[in-house]
């Protein structure tokens, strides 16, 4: 039997200490975009522009003066107001300042 007993440290996963542990940075900070209008394309071809209002660590959105946009103009757009945006399905995030569409150069 090990002089240890349980719960001793024996190493394994995890690291050492919580005091050494690097804390974890956001690849995105959102809060730089609160009450600033975005763009936000979602799984399924479709894509929205509003207000960003908050947001949650899962990429949980809540945006307002909500506008719906579909791939290729399939279907016209439609206003939504308020919206929750449920992270999974959230694919890109872009600020709609300085936001211009170009011509696709592999398109025929």
């Known amino acids: 039997m ?9 190493g394994g996963r995890g690291g050492g200490r919580p005091e050494e542990r690097k804390k974890r940075e956001a690849i995105l900070n959102l809060a730089l975009y609160v009450d600033k209008s975005i763009r ?5 071809g479709r894509a ?17 003066d909500v506008v719906e ?12 107001g308020l919206v929750v945006l449920r992270g999974p399905n959230v694919v890109l995030i872009s600020p709609t300042d300085g936001l211009a569409e170009i011509e696709n150069p592999f398109a025929q």
């Open 48 to 64: 929205v522009t509003g207000t960003l209002k908050g947001y949650d660590q899962l990429m949980n959105l809540v945006m307002d």
């Open 40 to 44: 936000v394309t979602l799984q399924g």
């Open 2 to 10: 090990s002089s240890r007993g349980r719960g001793g440290h024996r």
């Open 69 to 80: 946009h579909y791939e290729n103009n399939e279907m016209p757009e439609r206003t939504l």
